[in-house]
């Protein structure tokens, strides 16, 4: 077992910017993805950006330019770096973990999930 414990969400304005943190137990940090998913109300979970050990990073259309993934190994964090954002970001944004090198866009293939972390944007 393992965990993932998100934190940093919150209220902004649009245009402003957030930082989200995920600490990982060390097992799950080993494994070779992580990535963030976000919530929407009435929505379905959608993949926001993947960092994957060796490999590199990669982004929705709907971030790219705006978001940035970056992970601390000596913290076992992983980051979400957000700026310019939007009314349409507003959504719980969930920390995943999975073994894959390959990480699906399908959050029901990921293996470990954090509790979510609140984002709302106001316009």
């Known amino acids: 077992q393992g965990h993932l414990v998100e934190s940093g969400g919150g209220l902004v304005q649009a245009g402003g910017s957030l930082r989200l943190s995920c600490v990982a137990s060390?097992?799950?940090?080993?494994?070779?993805?992580m990535g963030w998913f976000r919530q929407a109300p009435g929505k379905q979970r959608e993949l926001v950006a993947t960092?994957?050990?060796?490999?590199?990073?990669d982004y929705a259309d709907s971030v790219k330019g705006r978001f940035t993934i970056s992970s601390d190994n000596a913290k076992h964090t992983v980051y979400l770096q957000l700026n310019n954002l939007k009314p349409e970001d507003t959504a719980v944004y969930y920390c995943?973990?999975?073994?894959?090198?390959?990480?699906?866009?399908?959050?029901?293939?990921?293996?470990?999930w954090g509790q979510g972390t609140q984002v709302t944007v106001s316009s």
């Open positions: 995943s973990a999975d073994s894959s090198w390959r990480p699906s866009s399908i959050w029901t293939t990921w293996e470990y």
């Open positions: 060390e097992n799950i940090f080993r494994l070779n993805s």
């Open positions: 960092i994957t050990r060796g490999i590199g990073t």
